[in-house]
């Protein structure tokens, strides 16, 4: 059997705002709230793939690179914790359409190849915290940044030095 990656794919940040969210995390959650995520880490994910092999990768990027969807504007604007998954994130309150059905259809093409597909409803979220305490107290509503988004990313998910680390395989531009 081929090696496996574990793979996914994902919206990414603009550095810049990667940078302005790890300074408003600072501001709004205290140091015991949890274990932050790394700036370079901060990314939205569309589609879990798990462990995938080298042929099973060629067919999902396949699939999606026959996507033909136009971008769209994300807000993040909401807060939000999992107390289950002990994660505390960043969301939409609307998400956009566009983004709802990229996921979909990421999500679908997954699952007919083989891909173990949570059967919760997509929540789009990008994990602030890790571990985090039981009851945290979240920021006001009224932050709000907005990001165009452009294409959409395959990452791999890999350990190095104990330390995790997202790494773009490949880009799928949308449609301008
Ligand atoms: P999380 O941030 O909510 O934990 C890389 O691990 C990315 O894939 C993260 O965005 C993570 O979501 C997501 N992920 C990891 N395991 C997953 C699973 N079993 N189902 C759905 N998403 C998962």
Redesign the pocket.
């Given at each position: 059997m081929s090696h496996l990656n574990r793979l996914?794919f994902?919206l990414e940040l603009p550095k810049t705002l990667q940078q302005e969210i790890v300074r408003w995390r600072a501001t709004h959650f205290s140091p015991e709230a949890g274990k932050p995520v790394a700036a370079a880490n901060l990314?939205m994910?569309l589609a879990?793939l798990?462990e995938v092999s080298a042929e099973k990768q060629q067919a999902l990027t396949d699939l999606a690179g026959r996507i033909s969807q136009p971008g769209f504007t994300l807000r993040l604007d909401d807060a939000g914790q999992w107390p289950r998954?002990r994660?505390a994130?960043l969301g939409s309150r609307q998400p956009p359409r566009g983004l709802l059905q990229l996921a979909a259809l990421l999500r679908a093409q997954a699952a007919r190849s083989g891909c173990w597909q949570?059967p919760q409803p997509f929540h789009p979220?990008i994990?602030l915290l890790r571990q985090t305490d039981s009851a945290l107290r979240l920021p006001a509503p009224g932050f709000s940044w907005e990001c165009r988004i452009t294409e959409f990313v395959l990452?791999a998910?890999r350990v190095e030095q104990g330390r995790t680390r997202?790494q773009p395989l490949q880009r799928f531009a949308l449609k301008k």
């Open positions: 996914f994902a990314h994910t879990f798990g998954s994660v994130f949570s979220h994990t990452y998910s997202y």
